[in-house]
């Protein structure tokens, strides 16, 4: 496909995309009041995925930890994806599914709000770090995409992403990361 024709066509695809996302506006306020009233009540956002989830975790967790659009508190937030050590030495001794179990287990405790990105919505260690979340009774957050996968079954709120093209659900999953932060930003102080 020529440059020109697979521009546009990206477009459109991204733009559909975004569109259907309206169909679950309902779903995603419950989830940003789910995420504002656990950082109102002092706990913390954990964020967890795999390649551009992993990052997208990281760059999430920074606008809640730094700013997003406006001077502010800095608000709790880790991405459990940054710790090369503790990843490495997890995945050593028990294996690459524990690698976001074993942290939530450490550093999370009741009124944190788990959320874990999967595009497929079948990572195994996401699956496993909700499944521990949930355990400790910790509210539990699923952004994935196409059919939702097993996230969207076990997390107690979910957001799926209308496609089968993980750049398209990655692309929509940073909108309603962004999303997410600027709601939150603007219940604090407010």
Sequence with gaps: MAAPD???TRLFEHAEVMRALESQAECFQ????TATRAILAGGKIC???NGGSAADSQHLAAELVGRFQRERTSLPSIALTTDTSILTAVANDYGYEAIFARQIEGLCRPG????GLSTSGNSPNVLRGIEVANRLGLATIGFSGGSGGKLAQIAQQSIIVPSPKAARVQEAHIFLGHTLCEAIENAIDS
């Excluded at 419950?30 to 009041?33: L, P």
């Excluded at 944190?112 to 959320?115: E, L, Q, T």
Aim: glycine fraction near 8%; avoid cysteine.
């Design 112 to 115: 944190d709000v788990v959320i």
């Design 47 to 49: 964020f967890m995925g």
């Design 6 to 8: 697979l521009f546009s």
């Design 30 to 33: 419950a989830i940003t009041e």
